[in-house]
């Protein structure tokens, strides 16, 4: 599956580059490519290059060098993506764009009619991250992605960085993830066991 090819694109992925680990990394592009075989699936059009670069800085506030003590991790992020779109010379109202997807992304479900970008991130982070909708992705298409950017110790760094945050930020939506199970859901994620 192709990424798009736009100065924003390569942008985006060097930054994600440079600031996550490789897990985190991995976790990001995997991101863009599950939404965007969970498009092609349901016939949902959507802007490539911003759902992208939301997926690649979905989780840049997690990064050390992002991290706010006071914001939730998807708040911070959305605020950095609103920078680098306007940095991109993106008009305000789309660097508004990309930060409303990331924060929509811990946020209660959004249909595909309403914001088809933030849909897709919301689902392919939920399928990456607790394995929600197995069924919507084809062994044969877990196998591809999972080949080109694999998973590695992510579960257990993911879980690390919602109890950082969790810890620091008692009111945030990590922090309510990981009250309703979050880490054990985290754990049994069936994307694991394609991975080993």
């Known amino acids: 599956m192709a990424f798009p090819q736009t100065p924003a694109a ?8 440079r600031f996550y680990t490789p897990a985190l990394l991995n976790h990001c592009v995997r991101s863009y490519l599950w939404g965007a075989t969970y498009a092609a699936a349901h016939h949902i059009d959507f802007d490539a290059e911003l759902y992208y670069v939301a997926a690649l800085l979905h ?4 990064t050390e060098p992002f991290d706010c003590h006071r914001l939730p991790f998807e708040v911070a992020g959305g605020d950095l993506a609103w920078v680098f779109g306007v940095a991109a010379g993106w008009p305000s109202a789309r660097a508004d764009r990309a930060a409303e997807i990331i924060v929509l992304h811990m946020r209660d479900d959004v249909a595909a009619a309403d914001d088809p970008e933030a ?3 919301q689902v392919a982070t939920a399928w990456d991250v607790v394995g929600r909708r197995p069924a919507e ?3 044969e298409v877990r196998a591809e992605v999972l080949a080109s950017y694999p998973r590695g110790e992510f579960g257990a760094e993911f879980t690390e960085c919602f109890r950082d945050q969790a810890e620091r930020k008692p009111a945030s939506a990590a922090a309510a993830s990981l009250a309703n199970d979050g880490a054990a859901r985290i754990a049994a994620n069936p994307l694991d066991s394609w991975d080993r």
Request: proline share 6%; hydrophobic share 65%.
């Open 59 to 62: 989780d840049i506030a997690l």
């Open 119 to 121: 849909h897709l991130l």
């Open 137 to 139: 992705f084809s062994p």
């Open 10 to 17: 390569g942008a985006a992925l060097a930054v994600a580059t």
